[in-house]
């Protein structure tokens, strides 16, 4: 296509890039490119050489600091301690419900835009509801209350708890809608073929809609993660930011932009990166042990 | 064979019956659609009791407030400075889903249609924006943009908003670029047109679907993206959502129903975001990228 140009070596090289697949074309991509590597590649390298270049001590010297002191070194268990399990609760919960919801009927499309949302609410806005919620003079505890069910108000905000369901409340629909795009993907034939043979509804589930859907749910459980891990503003809202709910983004907030530390800001965000990198690799290659071909597995 | 086993019959008997059995016989069906049903009382006990205190004169030990009145509006508007702060928010969301369009619909166009080398490697990174939570590229990215004396304005809160939603744009447009014909490029490049012309007055026109649809996605991310704008916003460049953060995290000194105002008018903003959103796209959309349609 390109470069029949005058000249007969600089015809050459390009024509055997062409063959390649390299062309003109391929400026289309030079503006997003340029974009990524200034825009995050550049400061990603950045704040690692910054994190090596502490205000005091050696090279390793604030990666040395944030792993001695017992309150910063806690905020990596802090908030897997929140994560982990939300992430976990929102795929599992999702999986049944998807898996009821998977077919065609009434009131579908209802259902699935009163999930989203949530989503849009945004953390902000779910901390705000969720104070005056469940609240100690909230209707969740009013009705708790007068059914007499608990003799005094239960202690829901400003701890774990609110944390915790604030990301049940952000994070379940989201779960939910990719469960139920993955769900939808998997061939129903391969059920039915199952059914004519013989197999009752737990053997089905188990043994043909589960394999398939696994791929998916590892890729849900690590989006999931992702979002609850960068818990911000919810940890600070309902949660007790001084203690329990004391995340790791929150360290290196403080750090930045309240003790100005910028490289020991950039050592925390880069562990805090680390840390949920690995959790998603465990994840990933637990995921590749299952079949992923075109059937069911997208993604 | 078909003896013993129940063999699948016609689709439309199947489901009726189906529907009937399941309602009298399986209890699993009941709980699924209990936790269902809590979940969303719960989520209503949530957005309402915002709603409900935002109109409340005084709302202590009760099951409802005192009286009913709109001022806490009237204060939301003049304490938070509401005017200037929506003026900010939707100039910096027209913005950034302007750029990210023009930035990633021609990056998804060449990654749709053409194979590279390098070319796993070059997706990889435009999906790692994405897969990495906003404060641990977001911290370096601000430190970095303070040191270009970009952030603490609005520039900045563009740019920092843009890493995200340039690699959302690629990703929805891309299953969008698959679907047209390469055959009616090639005939627009027979009859002579250009790569400018073709993607101007060929591929442009076709992709609109495409277009509307993520610029609404990056549109309703902007406008509800907290932690990048947090980390780079000045005192008059704060959306809604971070100038809502500051004022329920210095709550002790405003009265709690013009912060639930406010809340309203954010998650108002939001609704009507959604509402147009979800006559353009499919409810999956707004959470991942849809590999292929589900239903085809």
């Known amino acids: ?299 | 064979m078909a003896t013993t086993t129940q063999a699948p019959p016609a689709r439309p008997p199947a489901t009726s019956t189906d529907r009937r059995r399941r309602i009298a016989a399986r209890p699993a069906a009941w709980i699924v659609w209990g936790v269902v049903i809590f979940f969303f009382l719960n989520l209503l006990g949530v957005v309402a009791s915002v709603l409900v205190s935002s109109f409340g004169q005084r709302w202590f030990d009760t099951w409802l407030p005192d009286g009913y009145t709109t001022s806490w509006y009237a204060r939301a508007w003049d304490e938070f400075a509401l005017l200037q702060v929506i003026v900010v928010t939707l100039e910096v969301s027209v913005l950034v889903v302007g750029l990210s369009l023009v930035i990633g619909v021609p990056a998804a166009y060449a990654l749709a249609r053409r194979s590279f080398p390098g070319k796993r490697l070059i997706f990889l990174v435009f999906l790692l924006p994405i897969l990495m939570p906003p404060i641990t590229y977001g911290i370096p990215l601000a430190t970095v943009l303070y040191k270009f004396g970009l952030a603490g304005h609005m520039s900045g809160v563009v740019l920092a908003n843009l890493v995200p939603s340039v690699p959302f744009v690629i990703l929805t447009m891309t299953p969008f670029i698959e679907q047209i014909d390469p055959r009616i490029e090639s005939a627009a490049r027979m009859c002579g047109a250009g790569l400018r012309t073709v993607f101007l007055r060929v591929l442009t026109p076709l992709l609109v679907p495409g277009i509307l649809a993520s610029a609404i996605l990056v549109l309703v991310r902007t406008v509800g993206m907290f932690e990048l704008t947090f980390l780079t916003a000045g005192p008059d460049s704060q959306t809604l959502v971070v100038a809502l953060y500051y004022s329920m995290s210095a709550s002790g000194i405003r009265a709690q129903q013009s912060v639930d105002a406010m809340a309203v008018i954010y998650t108002s903003m939001m609704l009507v975001l959604l509402v147009v959103a979800l006559r353009y796209v499919n409810p999956t959309q707004l959470v991942a990228q849809v590999k292929d349609e589900p239903e085809h």
């Open chain 1, 1 to 299: 296509m390109s470069g029949a140009g005058p000249g007969r070596p600089l015809a050459h090289w390009q024509h055997r890039l062409a063959e390649r697949g390299v062309d003109r074309q391929l400026w289309l991509l030079v503006p997003a490119l340029v974009f990524v590597i200034a825009l995050f590649l550049y400061p990603f390298f950045y704040g690692l050489t910054l994190s090596f270049q502490p205000t005091t001590g050696g090279p390793f010297s604030d990666y040395a600091r944030f792993f001695s002191d017992s309150y910063e070194r806690g905020t990596i268990w802090i908030t897997l301690r929140i994560a982990l399990p939300a992430a976990l609760l929102n795929v599992l919960a999702a999986v049944p419900i998807a898996y009821r919801m998977r077919g065609r009927f009434r009131g579908k499309r209802l259902v699935t835009t009163l999930l989203v949302v949530p989503i849009t609410l945004g953390t902000v806005l779910t901390a705000q509801g969720l104070l005056n919620f469940l609240g100690p003079t909230g209707w969740f505890n009013r009705i708790l209350l007068a059914s007499n069910l608990v003799d005094e108000p239960v202690r829901l905000t400003h701890n774990y708890w609110g944390v915790f369901f604030s990301l049940v409340i952000t994070g379940f629909p989201f779960a939910f809608l990719l469960v139920l795009s993955y769900l939808s993907g998997i061939d129903p034939t391969l059920e039915r073929a199952a059914a004519t043979l013989g197999a009752d509804w737990r053997r089905r589930f188990t043994r043909i809609t589960l394999p398939l859907l696994m791929p998916g749910l590892a890729t849900t459980f690590c989006l999931t993660f992702v979002l609850a891990f960068s818990v911000f503003p919810s940890a600070v809202l309902v949660g007790n930011p001084a203690g329990e709910t004391r995340v790791i983004s929150l360290a290196a907030y403080q750090a930045a932009y309240e003790q100005y530390d910028y490289p020991y800001a950039s050592a925390i965000a880069m562990i805090m990166g680390f840390v949920e990198l690995v959790v998603i690799a465990v994840v990933l290659a637990a995921r590749s042990r299952f079949y992923t071909g075109s059937t069911g597995g997208k993604g």
